[in-house]
């Protein structure tokens, strides 16, 4: 008879243990978009060299504008080779013609709306290609707080009133990509403003985590857009600039 509860025992313990590995594993996983148009080099593996080097960021001269509108996105940070499948990204969206990701074009929606700096925030250390490369770097950053080293900064950060922060939610969060570009800059007496793109989570505690890495900031509230509702959100855009109150500006541009 003890035999047999031996038997049993070693039977149940494994399956009770398997099902407990599996409660952790519906976190959403970070978006994998396209690569842009003059991306990925041309024998389809990353750029040598994709290491941080050190080198200082890259000051960029601020507009005239009062609105910043800074977003980060794998779009742009990551070599992807000429011929990836475009059709197995959530995040791609075919715009014009052309490949964009998502985030990148909530960001323009805002530009075309009210006008202000648009500005893509990118990693000095380029993302891998294999999503889930991306998500294991992503849960290695966020376990011990790494900031990555970014390739430029606002020069003239103090000449905006509203900062916008876009990012996709990565594991229930923002990447840890914004908190490295906020935690350039004192946001004090700024109102910063997150928008965001998710799979299907929602904006998870990202709020926080931008009102948190901006101290002395006033948050305004944010916006999540599931990716796939995209393409036709751009009154929804519209509508929740309205409801935040930021008023159009004419001169606009690239920093």
């Not at 990701?101 to 925030?121: M, R, S």
């Not at 926080?208 to 393409?231: E, F, I, K, M, Y």
């Amino acid at each position: 008879m003890i035999r047999h509860w031996l038997i049993a025992l070693t039977l149940i313990i494994p399956a009770l243990t398997f099902m407990g590995c599996g409660d952790g594993d519906n976190e959403p996983l970070p978006e994998v978009p396209e690569q842009p148009g003059n991306g990925g080099n041309e024998n389809g593996g990353e750029n040598e060299g994709d290491e941080d080097n050190g080198e200082p960021e890259t000051p960029v001269t601020s507009g005239n504008s009062k609105i910043l509108i800074a977003y980060f996105s794998r779009w742009g940070n990551t070599d992807y080779p000429a011929d990836v499948d475009a059709s197995t990204g959530a995040s791609i969206q075919i715009r014009n013609g052309n490949k964009q990701g998502t985030t990148q074009i909530v960001a323009e929606y805002i530009q075309t709306t009210i006008g202000g700096d648009i500005h893509l925030i990118e990693t000095s250390s380029r993302y891998p290609v294999s999503f889930d490369d991306v998500r294991d770097l992503n849960h290695s950053e966020m376990a011990s707080n790494y900031l990555p080293a970014l390739k430029s900064k606002i020069e003239n950060m103090d000449d905006y009133d509203i900062v916008f922060v876009g990012y996709p939610v990565w594991a229930t969060d923002a990447p840890q990509a914004i908190k490295s570009f906020l935690s350039q800059y004192d946001m004090t007496g700024k109102t910063v403003v997150p928008f965001c793109t998710h799979d299907g989570y929602g904006a998870g505690r990202s709020y926080t985590t931008v009102a948190n890495a901006a101290p002395g900031s006033t948050a305004r509230d944010g916006l999540a857009l599931l990716a796939s509702d995209v393409p036709t959100a751009e009154n929804r855009v519209k509508e929740w600039l309205e409801r935040v109150g930021v008023e159009r500006e004419v001169i606009s541009k690239t920093v």
